[in-house]
T-cell receptor
Framework: GQQVMQIPQYQHVQEGEDFTTYCNSS?????IQWYKQRPGGHPVFLIQ?????EVKKQKRLTFQFGEAKKNSSLHITATQTTDVGTYFC????????FGKGTTLSVSS | DSGVTQTPKHLITATGQRVTLRCSPR?????VYWYQQSLDQGLQFLIQ???????AKGNILERFSAQQFPDLHSELNLSSLELGDSALYFC??????????????FGPGTRLTVL
């Protein structure tokens, strides 16, 4: 069945360093969504990518959707302590399947 | 605040028992999704309802069942509980589309502890 893999599982960075998480699907996706879950909170929608090769930016966050629509990445430039949390990708094929997430910790 | 409400916030029960988790979607949303989140399994999709009907099924155990009522609130019933069922259970809702399309808005979750 459809699987969405996300790496790395954990990432620790110093404040100011960049961070990237990668998402790979076993099947071609209709779209991909990204969510952020703060510690003790619930997943919150960040963005949706639909087109092949699409790149979207939200301030320091850059989201990319691969040309084959099977992979995606989230890049954070100059991380801040407010960026801590778990970032999930969710790929839509026949259903919306969440990756296991990348947990980001940031030390100041 | 996502507009999705879940009750109770915490639930502690014993093995073998049965519990019911409740979810009210955002106003106007017809789809409700249930997810189980545990430390080692991430966010596992359980089931989706659309306007009262089951739309999609994920990794939901036979001991678990759900329904969506005419007022669109949903309940997740967990029976014959086992220690491994301890997890955070999220409900999410989305807009009028029938599929898992568009943004999903998550509720605050119910933390279930089975002793």
């Amino acid at each position: 069945g459809q699987q969405v893999m996300q790496i790395p599982q954990y990432q620790h960075v110093q404040e100011g360093e960049d961070f990237t998480t990668y998402c790979n699907s076993s099947t071609t996706l209709s779209n991909i969504q990204w969510y952020k879950q703060r510690p003790g909170g619930h997943p919150v929608f960040l963005i949706q990518l639909v087109k092949s090769g699409e790149v979207k930016k939200q301030k320091r966050l850059t989201f990319q959707f691969g040309e084959a629509k099977k992979n995606s990445s989230l890049h954070i430039t100059a991380t801040q302590t407010t960026d801590v949390g778990t970032y999930f990708c969710a790929g839509r094929g026949t259903a919306l399947i969440f990756g296991k997430g990348t947990t980001l910790s940031v030390s100041s | 605040d996502s507009g999705v409400t879940q009750t109770p916030k915490h639930l502690i029960t014993a093995t073998g028992q049965r519990v019911t988790l409740r979810c009210s979607p955002r106003s106007g949303d017809l789809s409700v999704y249930w997810y189980q989140q545990s430390l080692d399994q991430g966010l596992q999709f359980l089931i989706q309802y659309y306007n009262g009907e089951e739309r999609a099924k994920g990794n939901i155990l036979e001991r678990f069942s759900a329904q969506q009522f005419p007022d669109l609130h949903s309940e997740l019933n967990l029976s014959s509980l086992e220690l491994g069922d301890s997890a955070l259970y999220f409900c999410a809702s989305s807009g009028p589309g029938q599929g898992a399309e568009g943004t999903q808005y998550f509720g605050p979750g119910t933390r279930l502890t089975v002793l």
